[in-house]
């Protein structure tokens, strides 16, 4: 099992910046990556961005050149640095682990909302 606990949503502005931090606690030598999805009202969850043990990493279009994803594996802590946030932003943030042995796990949620 893998515990994640999140930190860092909040109410922020347009143009505004946020960090968000997940740490993982329980079985993390499994974890294979470690990533941010969110979802707004009415929509699906999407995959924001993603980081892998090598330190690669994938983000979804509309976030590149905003959002950095980085990774302390020796906390064992996944960020989401937010910057240049805009109203369409607003969504609750999901981290989420994948594992060596197939299963994933998901934070409890950090709502972030960006007021124009």
């Known amino acids: 099992q893998v515990q994640l606990v999140e930190s860092g949503g909040g109410l922020v502005q347009a143009g505004g910046s946020l960090r968000l931090s997940c740490a993982a606690s329980?079985?993390?030598?499994?974890?294979?990556?470690m990533g941010w999805y969110r979802q707004a009202p009415g929509k699906q969850r999407e995959l924001v961005a993603r980081?892998?043990?090598?330190?690669?990493?994938n983000y979804v279009d509309s976030v590149k050149g905003r959002f950095t994803i980085s990774r302390n594996n020796a906390k064992n802590t996944v960020y989401l640095q937010m910057n240049s946030l805009k109203s369409e932003d607003t969504a609750v943030y999901y981290c989420?682990?994948?594992?060596?042995?197939?299963?994933?796990?998901w934070g409890q949620g950090t709502q972030i909302t960006v007021s124009s």
């Open positions: 980081i892998n043990n090598g330190g690669g990493t």
């Open positions: 989420n682990v994948g594992t060596s042995y197939g299963r994933s796990y």
């Open positions: 329980g079985r993390t030598s499994s974890i294979n990556y």
